[in-house]
């Protein structure tokens, strides 16, 4: 049963839509915290030590933290091997007459398909950069994630590296939701109009906070 709904586009679709609204879910999250840096280095280093402790004392010290990331590495992986498989489906669906033609997919569906290229390096990058420090720019600290993201974002290539991956996730959301919506069958045509308007909404407000740190930096507000 389940490889038969794993196996049909449909399931595919289904499950693209469903680990992307837990994708979403995180980075509503994220960039609400994200948004803390505003108030200041003990209050933001203090977040990201709750974020550790969440749990406790149920749960032992980053237990809680290690489900969210097993969640959101399962969900990007079903993500990625979803889209990968669609992606080929539709290029075997092509009628032969585009063989000798250059047949070109959608701007939205290259947009959706550049956009998470773009973004699984982006994760990739980030977690070097803010999670392990491998990648970092200034000397790394764990546990002081607020002088961290300032060290970032004092340099160019790390604001060119943050922007054009916050833009990426805007462009993202705003086709992926409307997307995922259709799959899940919750449009209708009265509430097309509407679920297109909130994806642009949560498009925006995503995109409009996570540059907010970026730009914080960039205009010494937050220093
Ligand atoms: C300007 C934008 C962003 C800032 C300032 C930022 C900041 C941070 C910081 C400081 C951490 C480390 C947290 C800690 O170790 O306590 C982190 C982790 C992370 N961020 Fe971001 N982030 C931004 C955008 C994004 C975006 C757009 C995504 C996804 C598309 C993302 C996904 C993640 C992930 C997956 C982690 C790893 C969490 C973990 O397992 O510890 N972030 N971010």
Redesign the pocket.
């Known amino acids: 049963m389940a490889r038969t709904v794993w196996n049909s586009t449909v399931g595919k679709k289904t499950v693209m839509a469903v680990s992307g609204l837990i994708m979403l879910l ?2 509503v999250a ?1 960039m609400l915290g ?1 948004l803390k ?1 505003y108030f200041g280095a003990p209050e933001f280093n203090e977040y ?1 030590h709750w ?1 550790r402790t969440m749990g406790e004392p149920l749960l032992h010290y980053e237990w809680a ?1 290690w489900v ?2 097993v969640v ?1 590495v399962v969900a990007v992986v079903a993500h990625a091997v979803s889209a990968y498989q669609l992606s080929r489906r539709d290029i075997k669906a092509r009628p032969s007459k585009y063989v000798h033609k250059k047949a070109r997919a959608s701007y939205a569906t290259r947009t959706m398909r550049w956009g998470g290229i773009i ?1 699984a390096l ?2 990739v990058w ?2 070097l950069d ?2 392990t420090g491998h990648v970092h720019s200034g000397g790394f600290e764990e546990g002081k ?1 607020y002088q ?2 300032v060290d970032t974002f004092s340099t160019w290539y790390g604001n060119v590296i ?1 922007i054009v ?2 833009l990426a ?1 805007g462009l993202h959301i705003r086709h992926g939701f409307w997307s995922a919506a259709q799959t899940l069958g919750v449009g209708s045509r009265t509430r097309d109009r509407a679920l297109k308007a909130l994806a642009n909404v949560l498009a925006l407000l995503l995109t409009i906070g ?2 907010a ?2 730009v914080g930096v960039m205009t010494g507000v937050v220093s």
Do not use: E, G, K, Q
């Open positions: 995180y980075l994220h994200n840096i990201a974020l933290l969210v990331r959101l973004l982006f994760i980030h977690i803010l999670t994630p961290n993201v943050y991956a916050v996730v996570f540059l740190v970026p």
